[in-house]
């Protein structure tokens, strides 16, 4: 990735979308820590740097301040929020203690048109500030360019330095010009080209993949989700039969899961694909057992038991490939009140031992979901897999609740079916994050044709998210889920009665168990 821009995280929840905004604008951009050296970042050779926002105030007494060096750098630096108050804060500015917080929309107006961040923008923007503390006074060689209702110096510069800083978040929408001024910071302050596309990202992966591979043999554990998905066929690409792919059956998958991975990728790729069907083994340890908790330490357990049998199978080979995002591998700033900071701590069913003994391969580890997304497409995956909605590792086990069993699971399976059917046919699979089918384990009375039933309730979830940490409750239209509930409970038989989920998370998860 030799031009990029770097982006040194003070701890703001929106580190991340300031990632993203770059890359959009078709270059390629990278997070680390705020205190990282200088030294350091000089050896990455960035065309920029931008300093991210955070929820820390410069005078407290743990406030994150960055290596000084990175001022000598001779590379543009933009300060967004907190990084603006914390380079003022260094270069002979003031930083005011807010007596309230400005937070919410504001108005921008500019005050001097050439500042090459504002390039082709309006006199007045729509901004979003979201800041406690503010610059009540100018570092040395900087001048004022832009002000708010609330500060004199809501954009301030030194152009002879090319030091810019901004109190408001370009990156959000609410700032709906946000975007050209992060270009204007990208393009033309840092000159960066835009070539970065993921066309340029498959090329570079696979020459990186085979360079770090040779002629050795890699394996990948295949779920059929989004990421090990775009891996394989990443991957196949790169080392072509040196790729063994192993999907384990657990007996817990959605309709038709195990064939379209055949399909797919067996047939279709001709990916060298090893099938393990372990239903049997899963369902016999489940049997019997109600708690949440140790329905998934069993299932957690027998898959690594399962997996690693089957790369024993698989013969020798000396790498492990992994579908890991990037979000997973920014190291995190562990500061209070960073939400960002929590979202590591999550389920990972597929963790496989440290002992055993592979060197890992993790092509996708520069990329955020949407951009695997794009890969896919990219790679010629079918929209069918590209376009999936997350789903768990423990797989059905979580929705039916109580005791899992070969008959719930294909209760089940077919009412999930009808959900995911209805939910494409009418395009709301698409727009939201999850949508599926829970089977409860109470039994109510209902009537069919002339006869009393005595049969399951189905619940309906369907959940709006960004990265699945919070969760609204989606308001499908009533001629939906209507024609939802009548089909699960005509269709499936042992289903009498259809209820729709109206909890948010929090309080609630997202799955039920
Ligand atoms: P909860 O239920 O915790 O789910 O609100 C948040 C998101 O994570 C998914 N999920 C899992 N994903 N292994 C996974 O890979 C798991 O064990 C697991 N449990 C929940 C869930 O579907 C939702 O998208």
Redesign the pocket.
Known sequence: MNEQIIILDFGSQYTQVIARRIRECQVFSTILRFDTPAAEIARLAPRGLILSGGPNSVYAADAPVPDIGIFNLGIPILGICYGVQIFAHFLGGKVEKGTKREYGKGTLTLRDAKCPLFRKLPKTLQVWNSHGDKLSRLPTGFKAVAITDNSEYAAIEHPAKQLYGIQFHPEVAHTPRGKEIIANFVHGICRSGSGWTMRHYRDQAIEEIRAQVGKERVLLGLSGGVDSSVAAALLHEAVGEQLTCIFVNNGLLRAREAEVVREVFGRHFKIRLQYEDASDLFMRRLRGVTDPERK?KIIGRTFIEVFQAATRRAGKARFLAQGTLYPDVIESVPIAGNPAAMIKS????GGLPKKMKFSLVEPLRYLFKDEVRALGLELGLPAEIVNRQ?????GLA?RVLGEVSRKKCDILRKADAIVVEEMKSTGWYYKI??SFAVLLPIRSVGVMGDERTYDFTIALRAVESQD?MT?DWVKLPYDLLERLSSRIINEVKGVNRCVFDITS?PPG???WE
């Open positions: 998934r999550h389920h990972n069913v997350p789903f768990p590792g423990p979580v994050w999850q699945g969760a998370k998860t997202i799955e």
